[in-house]
């Protein structure tokens, strides 16, 4: 099973609002990871996550604040966003990173509306 | 930043048409992942490259890891309609991916 799930699908939120956006995988992965894709785009990294630790952050607003709870779960607290945040936000996971290259497997995504 | 050009940027074919796109960098990467989006969903992953001269195949789809580490390409034979999306090119170094533009296919039936 290669299954990341995210939760919602779709969210729309004032700019005033908190919101967080969650995703869970049962790989057993130790790397889990957050992108930002805006519509015909690639995906862009906004964080890492290796072993519940945060290793990257790609120089992401505050108003983005990641948390691994545990191995499975990562979570994406949203407080006080623009419009021009609005996009498909992704988690993905892989069994670890480092200097050898591994697997990443993606969620679903949510379509994030921000008003 | 790494950079990664991916080409062609779109591609209108007939249905059983092979098709073949790549990546270029002028980076060196230690991994090439390819993947399809369809609209409104994530990627999924294709094939996974580790070595440089690697040539994987998956069903349809051959993808190679140049022998530079700079380049990788997928080809897809026999296209059908299902083909239809956008491919991503991934080259990996040191935990982080790089994504290229994307290649999107359209496959007239």
């Known amino acids: 099973d290669t299954e990341v799930t995210q939760t919602p699908k779709h969210l729309v939120m004032g700019m005033t609002n908190k919101k967080s956006l969650k995703c869970e995988q049962h790989m057993g992965h130790r790397a889990m990871y957050w992108y930002k894709q805006k519509a015909k785009k690639p995906p862009e990294l906004m964080f890492v996550?290796?072993?519940?630790?945060?290793?990257i952050n790609e120089s992401v607003p505050s108003r983005f604040s990641p948390e691994c709870p545990n191995s499975s779960l990562l979570n994406l607290h949203l407080h006080a966003l623009q419009p021009e945040d609005s996009a498909l936000y992704l988690c993905a996971s892989s069994r670890a990173t480092g200097t050898s290259g591994y697997e990443q497997y993606f969620g679903p995504g949510t379509r994030l509306t921000v008003t | 930043g790494q950079q990664l050009n991916q080409s062609p940027q779109s591609m209108f074919i007939q249905e059983g048409e092979d098709v073949s796109m790549n990546c270029t960098s002028s980076s060196i990467f230690n991994t090439w992942l390819w993947y399809k989006q369809d609209p409104g969903e994530g990627p999924v992953l294709l094939i996974a490259?580790?070595?440089?001269?690697e040539l994987t195949s998956n069903g349809r789809l051959t993808a190679q890891f140049g022998i530079t580490r700079k380049d990788s390409f997928l080809n897809i034979s026999a296209s059908i309609p299902s083909d239809v999306g956008i491919y991503f090119c991934?080259?990996?170094?040191?935990?982080?991916?790089?994504f290229g533009d994307g290649t999107t296919l359209t496959v007239k039936p």
């Open positions: 490259l580790y070595k440089a001269g």
């Open positions: 991934a080259g990996q170094l040191r935990g982080k991916s790089t």
């Open positions: 996550y290796s072993y519940e630790k945060l290793s």
